[in-house]
Structures are given as C-alpha cells and as structure tokens.
C-alpha cells in the first residue's frame, strides 16, 4: 500500500507562488514516477506535471511551462511543484499521483493523494 499527503495549497494573488509538497509513504515502487494533476471547477482531472524518479526526467504540460517546476527528494520520498506567477486559471484542486512509469494519463498512476487546494485571486 502506498500513501500520499499533499500539503503547501492556499490563497494566493494572481503573480503570486506557492510550493506543493507530496510525500510518499509504505510500499513506494523503486523506479517510480510521480505527478502533479489537477482538477479545475467543472473541469476532468488534468496532467500538470511529472517527473521519472531515476532518471529526473521531468514532463509539463504547455500551459505551465516556464511557471512551474517539479523535483523530487530522494532521502524524503517526497515530490515538489513550486509553481510561480500564478494565474486565476491556475484555481484548482491538486492531486500527487505515484506510479511505475511516467505518462500524461490519470489511468497510469495507481496511487493517489486527497488534493490540496489552490486558489489565485485576480
């Protein structure tokens, strides 16, 4: 079994930063991957960003990139999103994910956290 906590989500002005925490418990696969989806009002769950644990390769979606940046602690087994000059659109529940190999599909990640919620005011 593997366990996720999230934590770092708030209330932030539009151009504002917050940084997610994600830290994996129990039987966390070796070569893992982890990622950052998230679920806007009325929207499906969306991949935000990943990252390959032995590899540090890291993934993003288009409408992130240059604002947002994903690492990971190996000695916490815990992933980051440090997410800068946020956006009203950026409003959204944040979900970490675990899995075996890396992929922009929620159906790809078997483990995942309660959310965290982000709120960008404009």
């Known amino acids: 079994q593997v366990k996720l906590v999230e934590s770092g989500g708030g209330l932030v002005q539009a151009g504002g930063s917050l940084r997610l925490s994600c830290v994996a418990s129990g039987r966390t696969p070796n070569n893992k991957a982890m990622a950052w989806f998230r679920q806007r009002p009325g929207k499906e769950r969306e991949f935000v960003s990943g990252?390959?644990?032995?590899?540090?390769?890291?993934d993003y979606v288009d409408s992130v990139k240059g604002r947002f940046t994903v690492s990971g602690d190996n000695a916490k087994n815990t992933v980051y999103l440090e997410m800068n000059s946020l956006k009203p659109e950026d409003t959204a529940v944040y979900y970490c994910?675990?899995?075996?190999?890396?992929?922009?599909?929620?159906?790809?990640?078997?483990?995942w956290g309660q959310g965290t919620q982000v709120t960008v005011s404009s």
């Open positions: 990252i390959e644990w032995s590899s540090g390769r890291t």
């Open positions: 994910a675990c899995g075996w190999r890396s992929s922009q599909w929620s159906g790809g990640y078997p483990y």
